[in-house]
Nanobody, 114 residues
Framework: QVQLVEAGGGLVQPGGSLRLSCTGS????????MGWYRQDTGKQREREAA???????NYQDSVKGRFTISRDNAKNTLYLQMNSLKPEDTAVYCC????????WGLGTQVTVSS
């Protein structure tokens, strides 16, 4: 069964950093554009960053210059380096393909607060 597992979230002060990771069972990353999404309570998921299989990246304006998405295809792992965190970055973060999505994982909670 295909499964996504996100990790690395936590409580951090404004201006701090976190590194999220997303691993998948089976060969679910290779050849697909992958994305990190945020889930706010009561709202639809929003894509924050994406990376193609070749490494081309794309970011929402709100995180551009602060977040960096990367991937390790050999390890079936996706990363999100989050720097200069702001309270408005607080959310549950999930990963998935951009197209031909697979079942969502539970996500990892990121809380930015002093």
């Amino acid at each position: 069964q295909v499964q996504l597992v996100e990790a690395g979230g936590g409580l951090v002060q404004p201006g701090g950093s976190l590194r999220l990771s997303c691993t998948g069972s089976g060969n679910i990353f290779r050849g697909y554009t992958m994305g990190w999404y945020r889930q706010d309570t009561g709202k639809q998921r929003e894509r924050e960053a994406a990376i193609t299989s070749g490494g081309t990246t794309n970011y929402q304006d709100s995180v551009k210059g602060r977040f960096t998405i990367s991937r390790d295809n050999a390890k079936n792992t996706l990363y999100l380096q989050m720097n200069s965190l702001k309270p408005e970055d607080t959310a549950v973060y999930c990963c998935n393909r951009l197209y031909r999505k697979i079942p969502w994982g539970l996500g990892t909670q990121v809380t930015v607060s002093s």
